[in-house]
């Protein structure tokens, strides 16, 4: 969908901001670029919507080098969120969501429509928003707006540069579920800049790591935390990752042992003891069989922190827990499997835990 | 406080005319001013390496005396409005300019990035972000400066552009005469006041309607204000006879006037109070007049800058007209009897006292007197540098003043004595004697037209028409006829024709 080819960045004070970098970000995912401050994530995502150009090397958008679009109509289909937020103060949030429509002569009543149903869709009423001003709005409402005028005209890709770093811990997680939410509904291609791995992990369906212009690893959040590809990966995971934080999907069972077949057993004589989870022929996820009896169960979605997990398991006597990644079991969560992984990740030095 | 309002009685129509004189050239300078320092200010900031010299510039025109600037644009626009709309533009570009850069370099960069980031040009960028966010650091800047405008636009009175300067300069030539001083500076505060009303509540519009809005009320305005110059224009004048400051100058191209319109068939328009003696030269040299009553004495000292050669009075003219002849080639046609000389005058009870009879008895005084001089006088060789040289005085305090202002010095016993013009009729008022000059050390200042040669080849008749007036009006006449004017409040108009009656050159 949006591919580097090589590309270079000199800026004119001779400063090598990016080092022949070539990158593809897939139709449809959020790709998270992370890296140490002045590692050149934000010359990066600059290039995309031509802030900056690049000094060699060329960029595409689905095969087509982006400078064969027209300039504008390239930024109108590009969804742009920065982290000093930038709504325009002069404008109500309405007028601020309805730009881009406008630009692209979108109907009023399109436009308006659209706004509308954004604004719902981040839980803000457009009845009472709409026509207030930004500086009435909490930083967390703003960045929310901002967020919604670069999803406004409806554009393929979006990019965002550290778009909550800026906010409070609160309004950043919020956020972050928001995006979360979003595109699940919505599917566009996100190119989201942050230098917090916590916020890269959470999000990224793939992170891309950079250091000094350059990646230094490319892959799905486990790759990254299963196999770093160096020291420099490791230090950057390590030091910012908190145990809590991991995805359940990284540390549940793989292992197919409590995982049978519904159609094993047509005539429902399931075994009569033990726990198991029954799926159906594509590893849909059908009923819990506990000691020869099917019960609904609760499951935990595969993407969810271990935190927010142990959460939802601490008032259930459920033994095992099914993890699903759209309805298909990718694994199963046992106590055992989360009081491995915490103490592998507990820091032992000199015989004091910390 | 019943002085005022009955000086404003009697001025209503005067004060509705120079109000409204002023305001129509304060807006319109205003309106130029904007129109080019917002353009200019906004390109500035797409080009910021031109901006600091731009700035400069316009930064050092502001620091030029507006006299100054006046007197610059006399041999290019002549007198009138013209010269003095340019002037006015020229100090008001600097505020609006340099608030229209600033207040858009200011934008926070991170919204300008926004906008270009959602797909802005550059020019939508300036229109829906950049200005309406600048627009209040912009307006800040436009009302300095009309402020500015509207102040130094009672500078204009000077070159005939008329305005509440009128007013203020009548009250100063009338002895500082506060009430009018007062009422013309007023009405000026009171229209800086309106205008910057006007202007917050454009801002306020803008603010709802938008800048395509906002450009349009100010096309609308500059036709409001433009229109009535468009149709003011269509009369062309055929002579235009300008005068210095003061009722004498005025009462004399009042008399040419009615004797040229008598004769012959032409359109004659009087432009008087014009400010300095300069000003009207200038002017004269340029073709925005056409004619002007000159004294014989200034026609040497200041325009020749040479020194009369002899004190008899018609010694004194041939040299004079000889010389511009050839100089500058203009005609000073003869003159008048009168004779304004410079002379040094002192109250009565002082002349008593000391037994003062000519300019030498103040000798044995100056060390203890206090002399209240114009700053032409005290700075020229005809005047108190002649003084010391010829009658050896040196007086311990000199005050160098307006000439307005110098009478009231001396009534209110601020100073001695003072440099008066021989013929002004405050000597009538304030009962002043003036001492003798036995060495003829001031010239004679006979007054007499003043005109360029072509200006006699269009109209060979103007010889013989104000030859008329030579050898008439006598000191006392004029005098007389001064007064009535500063302290009777007939017009101008009014005594001239009588005198010319009474002589028998008009017919009733
Ligand atoms: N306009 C510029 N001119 C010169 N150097 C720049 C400019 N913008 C960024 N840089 C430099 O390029 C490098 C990468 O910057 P940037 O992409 O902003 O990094 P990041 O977003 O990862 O912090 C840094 O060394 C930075 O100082
Ligand atoms: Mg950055």
Not at chain 1, 165 to 172: G, K, T
């Amino acid at each position: 969908m949006i591919e580097f080819k090589n590309v270079t960045k000199v800026y004119e004070d001779g400063t090598e901001a990016i080092k022949d970098f070539s990158l593809e970000v897939r139709e449809g995912e959020i790709l998270t670029v992370i890296g140490p401050s002045g590692c050149g994530k934000t010359t990066t995502m600059k290039m995309i919507n031509r802030l900056i150009e690049p000094t060699t090397g060329s960029i595409y958008i689905n095969d087509r080098n982006i400078k064969d679009y027209k300039i504008n109509e390239l930024r109108w289909n590009t969804g742009y969120v920065l982290q000093q937020i930038a709504l325009f103060p002069h404008m109500t949030i309405g007028e601020n969501i309805s730009i881009v429509p406008e630009m692209k002569k979108w109907s009023k009543k399109e436009t308006t429509k659209r706004s509308d149903e954004l604004l719902e869709m981040v839980g803000l009423d457009p009845s009472i928003y709409k026509q207030r001003k930004p500086s009435e709005l909490s930083g967390g409402q703003q960045q929310r707006i901002g967020v919604i005028r670069a999803l406004a005209a409806d554009p393929d890709i979006i990019l965002m540069d550290e778009p909550f770093s800026a906010l409070d811990p609160i309004s950043r997680v919020q956020l972050q579920d928001d995006i979360k939410k979003l595109q699940k509904e919505i599917k566009k291609t996100i190119v989201f800049v942050t230098h917090d791995m916590d916020e890269a992990l959470k999000l990224g369906a793939r992170i891309c790591l950079m250091q000094e212009g350059r990646i230094i690893q490319l892959g799905e959040p486990k790759q990254l935390i299963t196999n770093p590809e160096n020291e420099f990966v490791k230090d950057f995971l390590g030091n910012r990752n908190s145990p809590w934080q991991i995805t359940v999907d990284h540390i549940s069972d793989k292992n197919i042992d409590n995982i049978i077949f519904a159609s094993t057993y047509p005539a429902g004589n399931y075994p009569t003891q033990g726990i198991y989870v029954l799926v159906d022929e594509s590893n849909n996820f059908v009923k819990l069989l506990v000691n020869g009896e099917t019960v609904n169960g609760k499951t935990i979605e595969y993407d969810m922190t271990l935190y927010d997990a142990t959460e939802l398991l601490e008032d259930s006597d459920q033994p095992l827990f099914p993890v699903l990644k759209e309805q298909k079991v990718v694994g199963v969560l046992t106590y055992r499997r989360i009081f491995g992984y915490l103490k592998s990740k507990a820091d032992k030095e000199n015989g004091v835990i910390r | 406080m019943d002085e005022f309002i009955t000086v404003f009685q009697n001025r209503q129509d005067m004060l509705l005319e120079t109000t409204l004189e002023h305001l129509q050239i304060s807006m319109v300078s205003l309106i130029i001013a904007i129109a080019i320092a917002v353009p200019l200010g906004l390109y500035l900031t797409r080009y910021p390496k031109a901006a600091e010299p731009v700035i400069g510039t316009s930064a050092v025109m502001q620091t030029i005396p507006s006299l100054a600037v006046l007197a610059f644009l006399i041999p290019f626009f002549g007198i009138g409005t013209t010269p003095a709309i340019i002037a006015l533009v020229l100090y008001g570009l600097l505020p609006i300019l340099r608030n229209t850069y600033t207040g858009i370099r200011e934008v926070d960069p991170a919204l300008k990035e926004a906008a270009t980031g959602m797909g802005m040009n550059s020019i939508k960028r300036l229109t829906k972000v950049e200005l309406p966010i600048a627009m209040p650091v912009i307006m800040a800047g436009i009302r300095t400066s009309m402020v500015l405008i509207v102040g130094t636009t009672t500078i204009a009175a000077l070159i005939g552009a008329g305005g509440l300067g009128e007013v203020i300069l009548l009250g100063l030539d009338r002895g500082a005469d506060i009430n009018l001083i007062l009422l013309g500076a007023i009405p000026a505060a009171l229209l800086a006041i309106f205008l910057d009303l006007i202007l917050r509540v454009f801002e306020r519009m803008s603010k709802k309607a938008g800048i395509k809005s906002f450009i349009a009320m100010l096309v609308v305005a500059v036709l409001i204000v433009v229109s009535p110059f468009m149709f003011n224009g269509s009369k062309q004048p055929d002579l235009v006879i300008g005068g210095k400051q003061g009722s004498e100058p005025e009462i004399l191209i009042n008399m040419y006037k009615l004797l040229i319109e008598e004769e012959l068939d032409v359109n004659v328009v009087l432009e008087p109070n014009l400010g300095k003696t300069a000003f009207l030269f200038r002017a004269l040299q340029q073709g925005s007049i056409d004619i002007y009553p000159e004294f014989t004495g200034t026609a040497i000292v200041t325009h020749l800058e040479d020194q009369a050669e002899s004190n008899n009075a018609w010694e004194v003219y041939e040299q004079a007209r000889q010389g511009m002849k050839e100089v500058y080639g203009m005609e000073f046609l003869e003159p008048m009897e009168f004779n304004n000389t410079y002379a040094v005058a002192t109250t009565e009870e002082m002349a008593m006292q000391y037994n003062l009879q000519e300019i030498g008895d103040l000798k044995q005084i100056e060390n203890e007197i206090t002399a209240g001089f114009t700053l032409e006088f005290n700075d020229r060789y005809d005047g108190y540098v002649g003084m010391r040289e010829v009658y050896d005085l040196n007086i311990a305090d000199i005050k160098t003043m307006e000439p307005g202002i110098r009478q009231n010095a001396l009534s209110n016993g601020e100073v001695d004595v003072i440099d008066a013009y021989a013929t002004d009729s405050y000597m009538i008022e304030l009962n002043l004697v003036t001492l003798d000059d036995p060495e003829n050390l001031f010239p004679p200042y006979q007054g007499a037209p003043l005109m360029r040669q072509d200006t006699l080849e269009e109209y060979p008749e103007l010889e013989a028409i104000l030859n008329q007036l030579s050898g008439k009006i006598t000191d006392d006449e004029m005098r007389q006829m001064n007064y009535q004017v500063d302290y009777e409040d007939r017009s101008a108009n009014d005594v001239a024709r009588e005198y010319l009656i009474n002589e028998g050159l008009l017919d009733n």
